[in-house]
């Protein structure tokens, strides 16, 4: 199936206008899907590996280009530090369209096993305030699935394009869950190692009970030294949860755990846990759901600069409802090396990239920076100084 002339215009014209991905495309996926935002990613995802799509974002590429100063350097190769967060593209079937518009790719979570994840109704949308819930469990087409796509995808594209793909080991046995866990990470990094740029471990989903068992700052170290073991000269990063002040002492001797084992630094941040009772459907069919968007930009901002300036060398990822190039600034400012994004793509279209780009770049003239790597110099040794 193809996208019509009518289709294939205005989704063009959403790269440039995000108004049209906003108001005419996502209303009519909508109504084509039922009214359910977990089919409508589905069949958004279903779209990007058709060739037509391929063919339209390979063509306006360049609009998603940046100039030399919006560059930086992570672990010894150069990319463009706006990207896809985890849970954007679970199973790699984006990779190939994406990589015309995204600097770096954070597909997955990745597992080994196929998995259909919890019950539905598990993923919300709340358009007044552009916020999504989501209680999905790490559905997934499992390793053997993903492997094929990321092989397609190099063959297809070379080794340009970036990928920190986004994996865990699960403890879901009753017995030696721990070590299934640490098995099936060993499988999941000599798998895909060939293929990518880095690994993002996700301990955090808020929505997979049998996770609480790998956070602690011991699992965190193991994982970290397992990674460098299997993958050392790849970007090792682990995502981590949004927490409130009492809860940050927990979550530093985690992080601390894995810098420790050997890792880079950390993807902040995850979705917020609440109870089905906060969660705007009837019928939600799990007793949680993790909110991600706007709300989440508090708990992002403070997370970054708590670890610039308790890892002033760390990689940090930001992510959570970075909306507009302002706010996308502003995390730079508080640390970030670079950011990811999904749940305002699946609001506003592809078409927010660019803009947030071009606000970057206008912020960074107007405070008299040379380059974004200026704004990162100043932010490492601003915690230094806050130490």
């Not at 079937?93 to 019950?119: C, H, I, M, W």
């Not at 979550?251 to 109870?275: C, D, K, Q, W, Y």
């Not at 705007?280 to 799990?286: D, E, F, I, M």
């Not at 927010?352 to 704004?375: C, F, H, K």
Request: charged letters at 25%.
């Amino acid at each position: 199936m193809t996208l019509n002339l009518l289709e294939r215009f205005a989704f063009e014209q959403s790269l440039y206008h995000p108004w049209v991905f906003r108001h005419i495309i996502r209303p009519q996926l909508y109504k084509r899907n039922g009214n359910e935002p977990e089919a409508v990613h589905e069949s958004v995802l279903e779209m990007m590996g058709r060739q037509d799509v391929i063919e339209t974002l390979k063509r306006n590429q360049r609009l998603f280009e940046v100039p030399e100063e919006l560059t930086v350097g992570v672990n010894d190769r150069r990319i463009i530090p706006f990207g896809t967060a985890g849970g954007l593209d679970k199973n790699g079937d984006g990779l190939v369209a994406l990589s015309y518009v995204a600097g770096f790719q954070e597909p997955g979570t990745v597992v080994v096993p196929e998995r259909p994840g919890n019950k539905r109704p598990r993923v919300a949308v709340d358009n007044k305030v552009e916020d999504a819930w989501n209680a999905q469990g790490f559905p997934s087409k499992g390793l053997p699935y993903f492997f094929e796509k990321v092989k397609s995808f190099r063959r297809v594209t070379g080794r340009r394009p970036t990928v920190y793909v986004n994996i865990c080991g699960l403890p879901l046995s009753e017995q030696n869950a721990l070590e299934v866990a640490m098995q099936e990470m060993q499988q999941l990094l000599v798998t895909l190692n060939p293929y990518v740029n880095g690994f993002v471990w996700n301990p955090f989903s808020p929505n997979t009970a049998a996770l609480t068992r790998l956070r602690t700052p011991q699992i965190f170290r193991e994982n970290a030294e397992l990674m460098r073991k299997h993958a050392p000269n790849k970007l090792l990063l682990v995502k981590i949860g949004p927490y409130n002040e009492d809860e940050r002492q927990q979550a530093f001797s985690l992080i601390n755990g894995f810098m420790e084992g050997g890792g880079h630094g950390v993807v902040a941040v995850n979705t917020r846990m609440f109870p089905k009772e906060q969660i705007p459907v009837a019928n939600w069919g799990y007793p949680t759901g993790g909110r991600s968007g706007r709300f989440l930009h508090d708990y992002r901002i403070r997370a970054v600069r708590d670890v610039r300036q308790e890892f002033q060398e760390a990689v940090i990822s930001a992510t959570g409802g970075i909306y507009d190039g302002d706010d996308a600034y502003e995390t730079f400012r508080a640390g970030a090396t670079m950011l990811g994004g999904y749940t305002p793509y699946i609001f506003r279209g592809l078409g927010l990239l660019p803009q947030i780009e071009r606000r970057v770049a206008q912020r960074l003239r107007q405070d008299g920076y040379q380059n974004l790597e200026q704004l990162q110099s100043e932010a490492r040794k601003g915690a230094k100084l806050v130490v």
